[in-house]
């Protein structure tokens, strides 16, 4: 008989060896004085902050994981969520996946990101167990498998979710935030500006994806809250 897939472990594949355990990451990769909404800056910065996030150990991986764990427990919106979308972790970002065992616990259920087929860069939300099939989607990153339709009574729309939790690239002390580039975030969560039910929507980044100041972009969609294995940061909300 096949094996059922590890659900709640992050793929091994995920911790390279850090290069350098002892230098911190902000010293061995540091910003440029000044950050403009130019999409070259945007690029060089994502390029240097996912730099430093793959830089780290496994050491530091493991006591962020479990620090970010310690957070997100007191987090009001997850104690009341039924419903909770969170990542599998890619290219060296904080890992949330501790989360799955404790939701499910609580009864709540929880939701990966799907590639939409045939979409202009947004996102699905399927539902993820112990025996969801996985399969790696055009970036190499694990999402349910959506090939034969069996997810259909599995996916819920996107305003119907509790809590998103969102990977990060870099935030700042505002609540400011950048994402991988692609806009799949910001495109499937652009409704939450208008009235009506909305998720709480939840960075989650590594202490040191923070940065001084980060240009907002008229698409951005404002998140309710940041949380690192260090801080939450509370934005406050302009609507
Ligand atoms: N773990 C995780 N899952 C996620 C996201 C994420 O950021 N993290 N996403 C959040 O949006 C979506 C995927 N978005 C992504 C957007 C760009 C790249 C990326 O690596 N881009 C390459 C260019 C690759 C190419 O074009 O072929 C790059 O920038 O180097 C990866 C994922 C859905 N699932
Ligand atoms: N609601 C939207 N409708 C149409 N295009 C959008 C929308 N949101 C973002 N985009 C486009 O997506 C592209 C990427 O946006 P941006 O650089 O802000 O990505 P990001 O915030 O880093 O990614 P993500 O939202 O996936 O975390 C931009 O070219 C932007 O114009």
Known sequence: MRKPPTVYAAPASLYSPSL???????????????LSHSEADRRALRRLLRQRRRH???????????????????????MRAR???LYLPN???????????????????????????FADNSLWFVRYDSSTPLVKNRFGIAEPDTRFGAHKRRRLPAWALDV????????????????????????SFAFTRRPGPRPR??????????????????WD???????????????????
């Open 83 to 85: 419903t909770v979308a």
């Open 164 to 187: 998103v939790l969102m990977p990060l690239v870099g935030f700042d002390a505002t609540g400011a935030r950048i994402g991988m580039g692609g806009g799949f975030y910001d495109r």
């Open 201 to 218: 929507l939840i960075g989650l980044a590594h202490h040191c994806q923070k940065v001084p100041a980060l240009p907002v972009q008229p």
């Open 91 to 117: 290219d060296g970002e904080i890992d949330a996946t501790l989360l799955c065992q404790w939701l499910t616990r609580r009864g709540a259920h929880v939701y990966l990101p799907v590639l939409r087929p």
């Open 221 to 239: 969609v404002p998140l309710d809250a940041i949380v690192s294995d260090r801080e939450i940061v509370r934005p406050s909300r302009q609507d």
């Open 56 to 78: 780290l150990s496994l050491r530091e991986r493991c006591s962020a994981e479990h620090a970010l764990f310690r957070q997100l427990k007191r987090l009001p919106e997850l």
């Open 20 to 34: 350098s355990p002892s230098a911190p990451s902000t010293t061995l990769w540091p910003l440029p004085a000044e």
